[in-house]
Structure formats: structure tokens, C-alpha cells
């Protein structure tokens, strides 16, 4: 069974350009997360998506950061007009229903020049 | 706000020594506490976890030991090995409406022989 897919792996943007992230959950996973992780931080929250649903987007910007999970194909992060403090690692986690595990992904290494 | 509170944030441990750190939380409503280990340009894995239920959870060279009173936890690593040399994470969230996790700012552990 892999693990929670996440691409691409590093993605270098200028800034004003879009950067789009991927992740496919585990098989079967049907809640994906999103968290960011900034240099010596841990990890924030962004949003939590269920199958074509955003249960919660708490922790993401007003604006410029959308997030969908359709119903076929992975999730997407979309960052529109890129800015320097975009820069960071982006994980996704994914768990089954009625589970306290997330399981996480490698993350995409967002660098924005 | 910090809801979860990580200390040390850096930690050096002779190999064979005993590795603890330290969480502390604010929300009472929390349920679940998991650990997690980071090594570098990988994604966060969980190392063990605990409920409320419990105040101290071994797994391997792993514990966890729970104090609901103090809104505390910590994870000890005995015999410290230098592969154990990674950056782990408390966390905690409340399982009820799969919210997502919070998380410490991390310690950064290394074991030295």
C-alpha cells in the first residue's frame, strides 16, 4: 500500500507565477490536510478536505491559497502570485474515517525567487 | 496564540543517554497526543501517541508520560542511539470532527557517540 504521494518534490516559482501541489492520499483515505512548515517552525495548519468538500480552511490565507479534492484525481494546493514568503515546505496528511492517524507525505519544497 | 508548547528547542544526548522533551498544552478539550519524528527532507512519522485516558504509553525505546493536571506531556528515548538524531514534534487535537493537529515548534535531537 503507498504512502501519501505528494508532487512535485521541490518547485521553484518567480514571484507573481502560480505554484499548484499535488497530493494523492493513501488508498482508501478519504480526509486530506494540508499543513505549511516554515524554516526551525513546526507545522500550521492550512485547511482539511473531504472528497469534493472543504471542511475547514481556518488556517489559510484570505487571499491568493485555494484548496480542492475531487472527486477523482489528488488534491490540489494552489498558491496564485507567488511572493517570497510563500516560500516554504507544504505536507499533506491523510486518514481513513474514525482514525486518530495522519499519516503525512514528503512535502513539496516551495522556493519563490 | 501557542497552543502547544515544545521545549528544548535544540537537545544533545551522548549515545546510550536518555533524550526528554517537553509539551504543554492549553486546551482541555484535547484528546490525543501523538509524537512525531522529522528527519531532514522527509515528512513528519509518527513515533507513538497517547489518549488522556493513560499517563504513560511505551513502545520500544519510546515513552510517553501524560499529566492531564499539569496540561503536560513528554517523550523520553532511552539508550539514545545516534540514528535517533532528527527533529520530533509534539502535537495534540481533539478527535471528535477529525479536526487537525497542533503542533509544537519542534526540538531538534542530536545523539552523539
Known amino acids: 500500500n503507498a504512502g501519501v504521494m505528494q508532487n512535485p518534490r521541490h518547485l521553484v516559482r518567480r514571484r507573481g507565477q502560480e505554484a499548484r501541489l499535488r497530493c494523492s492520499p493513501m488508498?482508501?483515505?478519504?480526509?486530506v490536510y494540508w499543513y505549511r512548515q516554515l524554516p526551525e517552525e513546526g507545522l500550521k495548519f492550512m485547511v482539511y478536505l473531504q472528497k469534493e468538500n472543504i471542511i475547514d480552511e481556518s488556517g489559510m490565507p484570505k487571499e491568493r491559497f485555494s484548496a480542492e479534492f475531487p472527486k477523482e484525481g489528488p488534491s490540489i494546493l494552489r498558491i496564485q502570485q507567488v511572493v517570497r514568503g510563500d516560500s516554504a515546505a507544504y505536507f499533506c496528511?491523510?486518514?481513513?474515517?474514525?482514525?486518530?492517524?495522519?499519516?503525512f507525505g514528503p512535502g513539496t519544497r516551495l522556493t519563490v525567487l | 496564540q501557542q497552543q502547544v508548547k515544545q521545549s528544548p528547542q535544540s537537545l544533545i544526548v551522548q549515545k546510550g543517554g536518555i533524550s526528554i522533551i517537553n509539551c504543554a498544552y492549553e486546551?482541555?478539550?484535547?484528546?490525543?497526543f501523538p509524537w512525531y519524528q522529522q528527519f531532514p527532507g522527509k515528512g513528519p512519522a509518527l513515533l507513538i501517541a497517547i489518549r488522556p485516558d493513560v499517563s504513560e504509553k511505551k513502545e520500544g525505546r519510546f515513552t510517553i508520560s501524560f499529566n492531564k493536571s499539569a496540561k503536560q506531556f513528554s517523550l523520553h528515548i532511552m539508550d539514545s542511539q545516534p540514528g535517533d538524531s532528527a527533529t520530533y514534534f509534539c502535537a495534540a487535537r481533539l478527535t471528535s470532527g477529525n479536526t487537525p493537529l497542533v503542533f509544537g515548534k519542534g526540538t531538534r535531537l542530536s545523539v552523539i557517540a
Open positions: 486546551n482541555t478539550a484535547f484528546d490525543y
Open positions: 496528511a491523510s486518514s481513513p474515517d474514525s482514525s486518530n492517524e495522519q499519516f
Open positions: 488508498k482508501g483515505h478519504s480526509h
